[in-house]
Antibody
Framework: QLQLQESGPGLVKPSETLSLSCTVS??????????WGWVRQPPGRGLEWIGS???????YYNSALQSRVAISPDTSNNRFSLRLSSVTAADTAVYYC?????????????WGQGTLVTVSS | DIQMTQSPSSLSASVGDRITITCRAS??????LNWYQQKPGKGPILLIF???TLQSGVPSRFSGSGSGTDFTLTISSLQPEDFATYYC??????????FGPGTKVDIK
């Protein structure tokens, strides 16, 4: 059973860069069948897609975050990472990583448990 | 960008009730619509993809319908474990996603 686990600092200072990793177990991110993505959820609010990446490195980003975000694969360690620069309090959220599957269309079929990142000095 | 709305934003229902949640897209998206369930403190779970296809392992009391701009998620007989927040999500443009704001279903 494939599992995803987020990791990274739970506290980031304003203006700094948020960095998270998602380690995949029970399967390989090099699979040609899947993309991998990040979704976040501010406390008490809804879900926001951040971006998606293929194992080759091709990536797609939310236009609202595109200038600050980078998602990259690390095939050697079977994980993928998120970097979000120049963070503010508005970036405080639970960050989820997820697998993106395809069957007529793309959808998120497996999710990590999420990790809370707080932006505060 | 495609905008998604959901109605109602919340609803109260009893075990055994039939409930329907509506999702609307700001432009026609065919059947490129997915539904997720999220419980407090947990990651979302995929219920339905392509508007009406039930994800493996999801109970048959869940069903989805619609195309174009208007979609519905129906739970035919609400069970205690179904009290949660439900999100629609569009996948019209390849690998670009937008979620709806969510509908919270709680116990009456």
């Amino acid at each position: 059973q494939l599992q995803l686990q987020e990791s990274g600092p739970g506290l980031v200072k304003p203006s700094e860069t948020l960095s998270l990793s998602c380690t995949v177990s029970g399967g390989s991110i090099r699979s040609s069948s899947f993309y991998w993505g990040w979704v976040r959820q501010p406390p008490g609010r809804g879900l926001e897609w951040i971006g998606s990446v293929y194992y080759s490195g091709s990536a797609y980003y939310n236009s609202a975050l595109q200038s600050r975000v980078a998602i990259s694969p690390d095939t050697s360690n079977n994980r993928f990472s998120l970097r979000l620069s120049s963070v503010t309090a508005a970036d405080t959220a639970v960050y989820y990583c997820a697998r993106i599957n395809y069957n007529y269309l793309y959808y998120f079929d497996l999710w990590g448990q999420g990790t809370l990142v707080t932006v505060s000095s | 960008d495609i905008q998604m709305t959901q109605s109602p934003s919340s609803l109260s229902a009893s075990v055994g009730d039939r409930i329907t949640i509506t999702c609307r897209a700001s432009q026609s998206i065919g059947t490129s619509l997915n539904w997720y369930q999220q419980k407090p403190g947990k990651g979302p779970i995929l219920l339905i993809f392509a508007a009406s296809t039930l994800q493996s392992g999801v109970p048959s009391r869940f069903s989805g319908s619609g195309s174009g701009t208007d979609f519905t998620l129906t739970i035919s007989s609400l069970q205690p474990e179904d009290f949660a927040t439900y999100y629609c999500q569009e996948s019209f443009h390849t690998l670009i996603f937008t979620f709806g704001p969510g509908t919270k279903v709680d116990i009456k």
